[in-house]
């Protein structure tokens, strides 16, 4: 069975610096990933995915993710972070074949932007 | 833009009763899903339906069932409430064919007294 790990709960960072949220997932074969962002009191967004090809994943709002198989990362990261950008961030990872439509959940990181 | 729309933001009901949240999606989604957020928890899946007429327990379905008898409308229901079941509700819906993302209401902050 597949699973997702967000090693940090919480991060703080200044607006304008440049953020990386860590993401490791176990499967046994490449597999789906996606990062979604979730403002206080809203749905979950998607903010980009991986299925093949091309490991640096452009996604929207200014952010991407670099898929790297010999770590089992999928790291998000943005140049420079925005106040608008504090929410919780959950990687999710997509199993292929028959169960390709069960997504796994990391519990997510919370960022907090400080002006 | 697919819309997936959950009928309520908040409910509040009381323990014994019976509760029915209602998801919509106006993309002609083959799959949709309910799923139940507690802080430290993460997503966890209830139950799933990859088709009108058609669902699948997920991780946690002991306590709730499912109807979808309409491609577009997935309703999860609470048999007896009870107070464990106060959480975020999430719904969501996806294309079946390739590679889709899951794409998401919401949510109903239910709180069952």
């Known amino acids: 069975a597949q699973s997702v790990t967000q090693p940090d709960i919480h991060i703080t960072v200044s607006e304008g610096a440049s953020l990386e949220l860590r993401c490791n997932y176990s499967?046994?074969?490449?597999?789906?990933l996606f990062w979604y962002v979730q403002s206080p009191g809203q749905g979950l967004q998607l903010l980009l995915k991986y299925f093949s090809g091309d490991t640096l994943v452009q996604g929207i709002k200014g952010f991407e993710a670099e898929f790297k198989r010999s770590q089992s990362s999928f790291n998000l990261r943005k140049p420079s972070v925005h106040w608008s950008d504090a929410a919780e961030y959950f990687c999710?990872?997509?199993?292929?074949?028959?169960?390709?439509?069960?997504?796994?959940f990391g519990k997510g990181t919370l960022l907090t932007v400080n002006p | 833009d697919v819309k997936v729309t959950q009928s309520s933001r908040y409910l509040v009901k009381r323990t014994g009763e019976k509760v029915f949240l209602e998801c919509v999606q106006d993309?002609?989604?083959?799959?949709m899903f309910w799923y139940r957020q507690d802080p430290g928890l993460g997503l966890r899946l209830i139950y799933f339906s990859y088709d009108v007429k058609m669902k699948e327990k997920g991780d946690i379905p002991e306590g709730y069932s499912v109807s979808r008898e309409k491609k577009e409308r997935f309703s999860l229901i609470l048999e007896s409430a009870s107070t464990n079941q106060t959480s975020m509700y999430l719904c969501?819906?996806?294309?079946?064919?390739?590679?889709?993302?899951?794409?998401f209401g919401d949510g109903t902050r239910l709180s069952i007294l």
């Open positions: 499967y046994g074969a490449t597999p789906y």
């Open positions: 969501a819906s996806r294309r079946s064919h390739g590679h889709q993302p899951q794409h």
């Open positions: 999710a990872v997509g199993a292929r074949g028959g169960s390709n439509y069960k997504l796994t």
């Open positions: 993309m002609d989604h083959e799959n």
